[in-house]
């Protein structure tokens, strides 16, 4: 099978535990595009914490696309331009601060390049530092999101948090659900996941699903690792996701996207 695109996660994927990517990483990406390969990296992340990445892997020199937020956006890398964006109604980021008080946790979200918190916690403190982003302490989260946004993120310890996961998804079924670190519960408009963004670069490259590889570790990675024709986990996966992907590589901290290149694209 020669495959056209290969879809990366970041964090605990991509990227090393000191959020770096590896020299043999980005060697083995390199070389996938210098065989015409696109290689998208798909993260929760927002933009403007994806792209130094991006560049360093030289997937603006070679016409490739981010998704970003989880799936709720995607860039055209060398265009500078966004061609899909979907975002969450001021009243559904309303409802969804109503449930993390009745619930007890954490939330935020993101404007203007900022993110946006009622509170401070050690969980909103690894998102402001993986982001590099700004946060802003507001005395009235409602008041002060006024207008749509990409996404919100409820944060809390990760065996509470995982307790908080099941509610939301039957409080708010009009809402896409998922973990992306233990203590981050993302929440999208429906239908938006990595899964879903994969599904529209694809059909705009004229890429068939057999023709695309996905690695991820984590929950908001399930989508696109079953809906790619190869779908792959490193080896430091969550536990419970393991049986829901074709192959294993080595961690990320042991350059398992490496392993993907030199196994299923240099052959």
Not at 186 to 210: M, R, T, Y
Request: aromatic share 6%; net charge negative; glycine share 6%.
């Amino acid at each position: 099978m020669k495959y056209k695109m290969l879809v990366v996660d970041m964090d605990d994927t991509l990227l090393t535990d000191d959020h770096e990517i590896s020299i043999e990483n980005a060697t083995m990406l390199l070389k996938a595009q210098e065989m015409g390969v696109y290689v998208v990296l798909a993260s929760g992340r927002p933009t403007s914490a994806m792209l130094a990445y991006a560049k360093e892997l030289q997937c603006d020199i070679n016409n490739s696309y981010m998704i970003s937020f989880n799936g709720s956006t995607i860039t055209d890398l060398k265009a500078d331009e966004i061609i899909f964006e979907q975002k969450l109604t001021k009243e559904q980021i309303h409802s969804l601060y109503d449930f993390s008080q009745q619930n007890n946790t954490h939330i935020i979200t993101y404007l203007d390049g900022k993110i946006i918190s009622e509170s401070n916690s050690e969980y909103i403190d690894i998102e402001r530092d993986i982001t590099g982003l700004e946060l802003i302490i507001v005395p009235n989260f409602k008041e002060a999101v006024t207008t749509s946004a990409v996404k919100c993120l409820l944060l809390e310890e990760p065996s509470f948090l995982k307790g908080v996961e099941s509610v939301l998804k039957a409080a708010m079924p009009d809402l896409s659900v998922c973990m992306s670190k233990p203590f981050f519960l993302e929440a999208a408009p429906n239908g938006v996941d990595k899964g879903a963004a994969i599904q529209i670069l694809a059909k705009k490259l004229n890429i068939h699903q057999s023709e695309i590889i996905a690695v991820g570790n984590a929950g908001n990675d399930l989508t696109m690792v079953q809906y790619a024709g190869l779908g792959v986990w490193v080896d430091n996966v969550d536990a419970e996701l393991r049986e829901f992907g074709d192959v294993i590589v080595a961690s990320n901290n042991n350059h398992g996207v490496a392993e993907v290149v030199r196994r299923f694209i240099l052959n």
